[in-house]
């Protein structure tokens, strides 16, 4: 009788051995099934590979479209590997409902968070028109360039040079109201090139140049000015009549110290490019009559500075002025031999014999 409990409680207990093992066995293949379940979500959401270079894509999204939706299209365009994965990270990450409709370029290689992010900003894909303003217009010659190009109306931009709201720049409000200044923001729109939404106002655009001027201002320059007893705008002013002197710029500091002496010693600053600004066209070459045309900005008539900007200086010409060249120059000459550079001279006895030269009567 002993032997047969024995027996049986040895059975019992290989029976038991052998069901522990069972289970164990099942647990390991459940902990591979899971950990190859997951290490398979970790692939379908890794970024796709765009063949080694980046691959740029425009997706529509339209208006009311599902995640899953979303997703689709995303998978169709090879963004992501995987919908019903992107799916459900989506519901984790709780965006779902913040994805915005709209047209988007996506790059091949980015994450899903990358994805994610463009569409909850709605970073879409916007209309927009490129246009270049080069350094030396003035402020009709903008306005006439933008106007050939459809994107403004001539005589309304003209009016919101001088009569919009810009209060947002502090360096606006600084602009003195003097007698006999033709536009307001003169010398402040900032030549660059500019992009811009199709369908911009005449104030959208006004403050976009505006902004580049302030982003290209330097605080600093205020503290160098100061030693010449020159505020902003006197030094706009000067720049852009630098601006419309000199073709080369590694002369503009030269042209600023010319007139930096001219100014110190109370001289008439004598500037050609105020003249064409009078005229209000550009002409090869100004007549002695020209020079006598009444007006605020001819520098052969008035002493100082005109009474505001006669175009949009570059940064070169900015530059220029903040830091002219230190020399006795008086005067200067275009040299007439292609290059674009001038003569300097320090007598107006040497001044004219450079001017005889540049006309090749030497």
């Known amino acids: 009788m002993e032997e047969k409990d024995r027996t049986s409680k040895r059975r019992r207990g290989s029976r038991g051995r052998k069901v522990i093992a069972a289970l164990l066995v099942l647990l390991l293949l459940f902990a591979m099934a899971g950990g190859a379940a997951a290490f398979y979500v970790y692939q379908q959401m890794q970024p796709v590979d765009g063949g080694g270079q980046v691959v740029e894509k425009q997706v529509t999204i339209p208006s009311g479209s599902t995640v899953l939706e979303i997703a ?4 169709q365009q090879g963004l992501i590997r995987n919908a019903t994965v992107f799916r459900y990270y989506v519901r984790a990450k709780g965006v779902g409902s913040q994805l915005q409709a709209g047209t988007y370029r996506f790059q091949t290689g980015v994450t899903l968070d990358q994805l994610l992010d463009k569409m909850v900003r709605g970073e879409v894909v916007k209309d927009t028109v490129r246009f270049t303003i080069p350094e030396g217009l003035n402020v009709e010659q903008i306005a006439t360039t933008l106007a050939q190009q459809g994107l403004v109306d001539k005589q309304a931009f003209l009016r919101e040079v001088n009569e919009g709201d810009f209060s947002q720049f502090s360096f606006v409000a600084s602009i003195p109201r003097k007698e006999g200044r033709k536009y307001r923001l003169e010398g402040y729109l900032f030549p660059e090139t500019y992009e811009v939404n199709k369908g911009a106002s005449e104030h959208e655009i006004i403050v976009k140049m505006l902004a580049q001027f302030e982003k290209e201002w330097k605080p600093e320059w205020l503290e160098e000015l100061a030693k010449r007893k020159l505020s902003m705008d006197e030094a706009v002013t000067l720049a852009s009549i630098v601006e419309r002197e000199v073709v080369v710029d590694k002369e503009r500091p030269l042209v600023a110290g ?9 001289w008439l600053l004598e500037s050609c490019a ?26 052969y008539l008035h002493p100082g500075l005109p009474p505001g900007p006669i175009a949009s200086p570059g940064r070169a010409s900015l530059e220029a002025v903040v830091r002219p060249a230190e020399h006795d120059y008086y005067f200067f000459v275009t040299k007439k031999d292609g290059s674009s550079e001038h003569y300097f001279s320090k007598t107006y006895e040497e001044h004219l014999a450079r001017d005889a030269k540049s006309r090749g009567s030497w």
């Open 274 to 299: 105020t003249v064409q600004f009078v005229l209000g066209k550009q002409r090869d070459r100004i007549l002695y009559e020209d020079l006598k045309v009444e007006s605020p900005y001819n520098t």
């Open 72 to 75: 689709e299209l995303l998978e």
């Open 258 to 266: 010319v007139f930096y002496n001219r100014l110190r010693d109370e």
